[in-house]
Structures are given as structure tokens and as C-alpha cells.
């Protein structure tokens, strides 16, 4: 089973991810800092991450940027969730690792097509 990392500092957030995620079938393992999601994939490297812009001890793109150079954290897809849409968010988040980025709040189709599209569902 597929293992998915939700770095989300919001708890209700996490849970609804994680339940979203696992209706699709992955194991979800959730972190609610930047500290913790690293400590998490040295780890298991997760299969895919769900990363939060904003975090209390930084923000994504300083996750994404420390998961890439882990050993193995090239593999990891990984999708930004954010509330801002601009292109100047999304440009930053590819350019820092991203490989998909996802505006909150999103549903179960969204989320499943950005799934669909990193390659993780068929």
C-alpha cells in the first residue's frame, strides 16, 4: 500500500486528509511541522507528501527544498496545498520540488485527479 506524508499544522486538516487518502487506498502517516514531516520520511520515505504552505516552523517550500536532498527524496511526488492561487505561488512551489499544486479546500475529485496526475492513481 501506497504511503502518503500530510504535513499539515491544522489537526481537523489532517484528519480530513488522512481520510480522504485512505479512502483511496493509502497508509497515511501526518506531521504538523516541517521538523516532524522531515523526521518522518528519514524514517519512511513516504510514496507521495501533502505539504502545507504555511507551518509553524517554516513554510513548505523550505520542506520540500530539505525532503529533496534526503537520501531517497527525489522520489517522493509531492503536492503543495495552499489558499493562494497565484501564479507566483505555484511558480515558486515547482520551483522549489513541487510536483503538483492543490488550492484549499479541495475535494476527494480534486485531490484524486492531482493523484492521477503525479502518477500514484490510475
Given at each position: 500500500?501506497?504511503?502518503?506524508?500530510?504535513?499539515?499544522?491544522?489537526?481537523?486538516?489532517?484528519?480530513?486528509?488522512?481520510?480522504?487518502?485512505?479512502?483511496?487506498?493509502?497508509?497515511?502517516?501526518?506531521?504538523?511541522?516541517?521538523?516532524?514531516?522531515?523526521?518522518?520520511?528519514?524514517?519512511?520515505?513516504?510514496?507521495?507528501?501533502?505539504?502545507?504552505?504555511?507551518?509553524?516552523?517554516?513554510?513548505?517550500?523550505?520542506?520540500?527544498?530539505?525532503?529533496?536532498?534526503?537520501?531517497?527524496?527525489?522520489?517522493?511526488?509531492?503536492?503543495?496545498?495552499?489558499?493562494?492561487?497565484?501564479?507566483?505561488?505555484?511558480?515558486?512551489?515547482?520551483?522549489?520540488?513541487?510536483?503538483?499544486y492543490i488550492m484549499k479546500a479541495f475535494?476527494?475529485?480534486?485531490?484524486?485527479?492531482?493523484?492521477?496526475?503525479v502518477g500514484l492513481i490510475e
Open positions: 500500500m501506497p504511503i502518503c506524508l500530510v504535513v499539515e499544522d491544522m489537526p481537523v486538516t489532517r484528519m480530513i486528509y488522512a481520510k480522504m487518502l485512505g479512502n483511496l487506498g493509502f497508509d497515511v502517516a501526518m506531521a504538523e511541522d516541517v521538523a516532524t514531516g522531515l523526521a518522518r520520511c528519514g524514517e519512511t520515505m513516504p510514496d507521495v507528501a501533502l505539504v502545507d504552505w504555511n507551518l509553524p516552523d517554516g513554510d513548505g517550500l523550505h520542506f520540500i527544498r530539505e525532503l529533496r536532498r534526503l537520501p531517497g527524496g527525489d522520489r517522493p511526488k509531492v503536492v503543495m496545498c495552499s489558499i493562494e492561487n497565484s501564479m507566483e505561488h505555484i511558480t515558486k512551489a515547482i520551483g522549489a520540488g513541487a510536483d503538483e475535494s476527494i475529485d480534486i485531490l484524486t485527479e492531482k493523484l492521477r496526475l
